[in-house]
């Protein structure tokens, strides 16, 4: 196969996350594997060679769901290591695992992360690119922190990690022009408010070149191309007016009886209720991004995902907002955490400048007699109880690591890497955990960090931001960087800049987990080569009337791609429904032998501070229950 893979290559290839083969046998993601045209642009620095599920990662992982280990073979190699506790994964929930172990069970106890990535973080990852000399930093996933209110156990946790300030200041605008209104993440949307933001529409409003309509909030969305009846409904959201002698109060706490009406319909009825909106109306204008918080559209999605977030009740600011972001998302917050718990991994004092300014020592990580390691590109593959779990007085260990499994023991473990790989690791969970987790629905996402030399094409519209209802991704936001100490400390038009496109895959009417399958499948199947193609093309299509060229303007893509970036919860995830309990609480309520489970899936909403506080719950469990 020597020519390049092209897109028609793949077509039909929408079943691959359940296992389909195609043709020969052999799945897109095989065929992409001959010259690796999936993984693609790694960008630069500590971070290139692990930009989202890269094809090693991924093709590690599907020996998992291919069961390609099971049974184990015989030539399985003997480690020799004992711990105390081995924790499977090192996304934010395994690194606060490790550190709530390492600090509530004593200096004594020894522990072990598992990481598949060749770095820590999990989706709490960045990208680096060097553009005409300056690195820029973007998100691979992971991205926001709130402030919380200072004597919370959640402000404790990031003062004790080395988050002192967590108020971030950010850039100044700087230049001759005239200032425009910048986000501090990809998501605020800044410039609605101020008239500095614009709608597309292109052909799927009968507008064959496209049309932009600029501040659509102040001009009532005159203009778009679009019928009366949709124009006075949207713009009826756009403006947060519900539908007179519609009172709606929000959930005050979790499984209070708003929250449990909402969990029994769909974000969709509930936008129409409120809003006064017709289906067409939610699907045409509002998926996927609302809802995008959970992976998928609000058809498929319980309404209460929309308020679970609400329930840590951030610290509120009617000023500037809760809303905080480092460059690199909350892979900030990873490094802190790294350092806090081996102190030798990264140089310097432990602030923020210091893990964002130095580089990982990788050696530290893993450094044999440790008290704390942790050990990257390892693939747990089983987990399982040295006989009854009941009566087990360890747990065996085996991950897969450069085409090799290795053995280790345990006398306890924590299950930190999500539902879609814990289901098939854990090999003698109990038929009920089984069932719940059958229930735990994930969905894809691909971030797509856009390098341009500048960003005058916008500003010469008059906008930091904008939205689009066809083609590549929903939406685009200039924003201004939240200084680490390596940022430059102003911005303007003429700046460097990174523009995040957050692509969803959603297809309204389909049921919850068909869509996650078939998104998987169309996200998988296609190259790097395309889908940089495809950015191109709808950047072109968009901002050359603004003078934007994609040969010039673009210095670099970098794709992250998330083939389970989202648990995406369906009506009766938080609260159950039929009178059966809720599936989460299956898992929460106590550990299984000597096996707890973590990660912010367990919470139904995806957000760091529920992988804090899943990994405070499933360690305490652990300390409490089995190892007293």
Not at 64 to 79: F, Q, S
Not at 224 to 243: E, F, H, I, N
Not at 504 to 530: I, V
Not at 533 to 540: D, K, N, V
Request: proline content about 5%; charged content about 20%.
């Amino acid at each position: 196969m020597d020519s390049p893979i092209t897109r028609r290559d793949f077509l039909g290839s929408t079943l691959l996350a359940s296992g389909a083969v195609l043709l020969s046998g052999a799945t897109p993601t095989q065929l992409l594997a001959e010259k690796d045209e999936f993984t693609g642009y790694g960008g630069v620095g500590e971070y290139s060679n692990s930009n989202g599920n890269t094809l090693e990662v991924l093709q590690a992982g599907h020996t998992i769901r291919d069961r390609i280990y099971d049974p184990l073979p015989k030539d399985v190699i003997e480690t020799g290591e004992t711990y105390d506790c081995v924790i499977v994964g090192g996304g934010i929930s395994g690194l606060a695992a490790a550190l709530f172990f390492q600090r509530q069970a004593g200096p004594q106890m020894k522990c072990l992360v598992l990481e598949n990535h060749p770095i820590f973080g999990g989706e709490a990852k960045q990208n680096e690119f060097l553009v005409d000399g300056r690195r820029l930093i973007a998100h691979q996933g992971s991205a926001i922190y709130q402030l919380q209110y200072p004597y919370s156990f959640l402000a404790h946790f990031y003062d004790s990690i080395g988050l002192k300030t967590p108020r971030l200041t950010y850039q100044k605008w700087a230049g001759p022009q005239p200032e425009l209104e910048l986000s501090r993440t990809p998501y605020e949307a800044a410039g609605m408010e101020h008239g500095q933001y614009g709608f597309w529409f292109g052909a799927k409003f009968g507008q064959k070149a496209g049309t932009w309509l600029i501040d659509p909030l102040g001009k009532n969305l005159e203009g778009a191309p679009v019928s009366a009846s949709a124009r006075a409904q949207w713009l009826r959201w756009l403006k947060g007016v519900p539908v007179e002698q519609k009172s709606f109060v929000h959930p005050k706490v979790e499984g209070d009886a708003i929250s449990r009406y909402l969990d029994s319909i769909t974000l969709e009825q509930h936008y129409m209720e409120r809003f006064g909106l017709s289906q067409e109306t939610v699907r045409t204008f509002l998926s996927p991004v609302e809802g995008g918080g959970s992976g998928l559209g609000p058809d498929a999605l319980s309404a209460y995902s929309d308020y679970a977030f609400e329930m840590l009740h951030p610290l509120a600011d009617e000023t500037e907002g809760t809303d905080q972001m480092f460059p690199g998302g909350n892979a900030t917050i990873a490094r802190l955490m790294v350092k806090s718990l081996i102190p030798a991994a990264i140089d310097g004092e432990d602030d923020v400048e210091a893990v964002c300014r130095n580089r990982v020592n990788f050696p530290a990580l893993d450094a044999v007699g440790a008290a704390a390691r942790i050990r990257l590109a390892s693939t747990a593959i089983a987990v399982q109880h040295d006989g009854d779990a009941s009566k087990a007085d360890a747990v065996t260990i085996v991950y897969l690591r450069s085409g090799k499994l290795y053995r280790v023991k345990a006398r306890s473990a924590v299950m930190a890497g999500g539902s879609w790989t814990t289901r098939h690791i854990a090999s003698d969970l109990p038929e009920a955990y089984r069932q719940a987790y059958a229930q735990f629905y994930r969905s894809p996402c691909m971030m797509a960090n856009v390098a341009v030399r500048n960003w005058r094409f916008l500003y010469r519209m008059g906008m930091s931001g904008c939205r689009w209802f066809e083609g590549f991704g929903n939406y685009v936001e200039v924003r201004k960087l939240a200084l680490t100490g390596i940022e430059p400390p102003t911005i303007s038009p003429d700046s460097p800049v990174v523009l995040s496109l957050k692509v969803l895959y959603s297809y309204p009417g389909e049921p919850t987990e068909a869509q996650g399958n078939r998104g998987r499948g169309e996200m998988l199947a296609t190259s790097f080569k395309d889908y940089e193609t495809q950015i191109r093309q709808q950047f072109t299509q968009m901002f050359a009337g603004s003078g934007f060229d994609a040969q010039r303007d673009i210095a670099g893509i970098i794709l992250n791609r998330w083939g389970h970036a989202y648990l995406s919860p369906q009506p009766g995830f938080f609260f159950g429904r039929d009178g059966k309990p809720a599936p989460r609480e299956t898992l929460r309520r106590a550990p299984f032998g000597r096996i707890a489970f973590a990660n912010t899936d367990l919470a139904g909403a995806m957000d760091h501070r529920f992988s804090i506080l899943e990994a405070k719950r499933a360690v305490e469990q652990l300390l409490d229950q089995v190892l007293t």
